[in-house]
């Protein structure tokens, strides 16, 4: 885990150059930079040995390994076009955003954050690929300098491969086996996705801030001149329920390969992860109720259970049968913790 013992602690910048001379190191252009959070030799120019033996999987094969280092998030996604007819080739292509701000009114002087646009690469409905940029104000996918970041399954490895591209410069910034290791567990890509596969946050519905059945992200929450309102990958984007669908087959993809891992040999290996990962909730996740906040007053919240431990897990992966838990909260009760402590959504103040 991180020094203080949560996930996630890791805050990305719009644009921020996380990587870049961390440890002194000078990155380079036009190649493979290695960026491991946690360990002593984590931040240096890969050799290309090093890219032919541990990178397999679609991002690699098709445009690193190939020596392109395409600088924007459409460049990566053009890149990945040219290949679409190949074996390797992930030509299926689904476009999400998710956007805290979406739902607050556009104004001149209000700073609402990024918003996320994800697009999801494959076969059919199978994922293979995720490409992820965070847009601010007047940003696009053609904008250089957009912090843009890539995971991408490795077929013959079987694990996630983390990558990002910051100031001009590719980083590779581990795999999935390092989310178990203690030297890089709870540090880089494995802070937000702490057990080695995406993490949602809002998994299930109704997916208060993505768009999605219940809450669009409508061309309305951009500015009338932001370029991303004409933008193909936006207008083209799709329901978060189906992104679920794309996140669960990872996620399970993912969890196949590293129980087979973990079990391959005479002893269990990170036994305890997997408690924890269970029994406890080691990652921020988020789910909203559905009552209204006006009427909360005098009504009973109901909690997750999922906050608490991981009820899915327990019962369609493991089949423990769980008694029916419900944990309430009494409305009052929210109300004045959120007043206490000032909850809400709202612009950020740019002055």
Not at 185 to 202: A, C, I, Q, T
Not at 252 to 260: E, K, L, M, P, S
Not at 280 to 302: C, I, R
Not at 335 to 340: G, Q
């Amino acid at each position: 885990m991180t020094d203080s013992g949560q996930f996630p602690t890791r805050k990305l910048g719009i644009g921020g150059a996380l990587a870049l001379k961390a440890d002194g190191t000078e990155p380079r252009a036009g190649a493979v930079n290695q960026h491991i959070e946690g360990r002593a030799d984590g931040t240096r120019v890969m050799l290309d040995t090093e890219v032919a033996s541990l990178l397999h999987d679609p991002f690699a094969v098709l445009v690193l390994r190939r020596g392109v280092f395409p600088l924007t998030a459409k460049a990566v996604l053009d890149e990945l076009d040219k290949h679409n007819g190949e074996p390797a080739g992930v030509p299926d292509s689904a476009s999400f955003m998710v956007f805290e701000g979406s739902q607050i009114p556009v104004t001149a002087d209000g700073d609402r954050g990024g918003a996320r646009l994800v697009v999801v690469r494959g076969r059919g409905n199978a994922p293979e690929l995720m490409v992820s940029c965070l847009l601010g104000p007047k940003d696009s996918t053609t904008t250089p300098g957009v912090l843009v970041e890539v995971l991408s399954w490795d077929p013959d490895n079987r694990t996630l491969h983390f990558y990002q591209l910051q100031s001009g410069q590719w980083f590779w910034c581990g795999q999935s086996d390092m989310s178990a290791d203690a030297d890089t567990r709870g540090r880089g890509p494995f802070d937000s996705h702490v057990n080695g596969y995406p993490l949602m946050k809002e998994l299930k519905t109704p997916w208060v801030h993505w768009h999605g059945p219940d809450m669009q992200i409508s061309p309305e929450a951009f500015a009338a001149d932001d370029p991303l309102r004409d933008d193909p990958l936006f207008t083209a984007r799709r329901s978060a329920y189906e992104f679920e669908d794309r996140v669960r087959e990872l996620i399970d993809r993912w969890n196949t390969a590293r129980f087979d891992k973990m079990t391959a040999g005479a002893q269990l290996t990170h036994g305890q992860i997997v408690a924890e990962q269970i029994l406890a909730s080691p990652a921020a996740n988020l789910t909203s109720t559905n009552v209204p906040w006006v009427s909360a007053e005098g009504a009973q919240l109901t909690l997750p259970t999922t906050f608490f431990f991981d009820e899915e897990c327990l019962v369609s992966v493991l089949q423990i049968p769980v008694d029916p838990v419900t944990l309430q909260m009494v409305g009052a009760r929210y109300k004045a913790l959120a007043e206490k402590h000032d909850l809400r959504v709202r612009n950020r103040d740019t002055s």
